[in-house]
Nanobody
Framework: QVQLVESGGGLVQAGGSLTLSCAAS????????MGWFRQAPGKERAFVAR????????YYADSVKGRFTISKDDAKNTLYLQMNNLKYEDTAVYYC????????????WGQGTQVYVSS
């Protein structure tokens, strides 16, 4: 079992920045990949970014590339999402997730943290 707890959401003006954190606990040694997803009102959950835990390889959705940065702190078992130049359309509940099988399926999810971007 892996437990994930997100934090750092809030209200920010368009053009501003925000950093989300995701603290992992439990069988964290089994994590192959971690990712961030988001769900806007009335929309399906969408992929934002991911990072391979062993080598730090990252991958981003086109909509956030160049504005968001995913990173990790191995010692703290914590995942981050630095969000710059935020846009109104970035408003969503942001979730972190862990893939412990390496097969591209995220097995564990956090409870989510709300990000509001005012225009």
């Amino acid at each position: 079992q892996v437990q994930l707890v997100e934090s750092g959401g809030g209200l920010v003006q368009a053009g501003g920045s925000l950093t989300l954190s995701c603290a992992a606990s439990g069988r964290t040694f089994s994590m192959f990949r971690m990712g961030w997803f988001r769900q806007a009102p009335g929309k399906e959950r969408a992929f934002v970014a991911r990072i391979t835990w062993s080598n730090g390889y990252t991958y981003y959705a086109d909509s956030v590339k160049g504005r968001f940065t995913i990173s990790k702190d191995d010692a703290k078992n914590t995942l981050y999402l630095q969000m710059n130049n935020l846009k109104y359309e970035d408003t969503a509940v942001y979730y972190c997730a862990a893939d412990v099988t390496g097969q591209g399926q995220y097995n564990y999810w956090g409870q989510g943290t709300q990000v509001y971007v005012s225009s």
